[in-house]
């Protein structure tokens, strides 16, 4: 079974930095894409940023020169670097990523999510 954890979530000042971590875990022969979405209160899901497998990266305008997406691929994980965050940056950050296990075809994983909150 595939899981991926978010961790690295919390409360920060607006001008702050936090830095996000999803480690995907379990029976994986190999991972595509990953990414993160953010879903705000009373809003929809939207991507903040995505890496490819061999490293291409693609940014929401919104965080773009804010936010920066890497990935482990010996660890299986991907990190958002999050700097100069603002109030607008709250909301749940979600981990998805494009895994094929042993047992079955490339599909979508999520995590729970991650919760950030920047204070004005």
């Known amino acids: 079974q595939v899981q991926l954890v978010e961790s690295g979530g919390g409360l920060v000042q607006a001008g702050g930095s936090l830095r996000l971590s999803c480690a995907a875990s379990?029976?994986?022969?190999?991972?595509?894409?990953m990414g993160w979405y953010r879903q705000a209160p009373g809003k929809q899901r939207e991507l903040v940023a995505g890496?490819?497998?061999?490293?291409?990266?693609n940014y929401a305008d919104s965080v773009k020169d804010r936010f920066t997406i890497s990935r482990d691929n010996a660890k299986d994980t991907v990190y958002l670097q999050m700097n100069n965050l603002k109030p607008e940056d709250t909301a749940v950050y979600l981990c998805?990523?494009?895994?094929?296990?042993?047992?079955?075809?490339?599909?979508?994983?999520w995590g729970k999510g991650a919760l950030v909150t920047v204070s004005s």
């Open positions: 379990g029976s994986i022969r190999n991972i595509g894409s």
């Open positions: 998805t990523a494009y895994i094929r296990p042993y047992a079955n075809t490339y599909m979508d994983y």
């Open positions: 890496i490819t497998n061999s490293g291409r990266t």
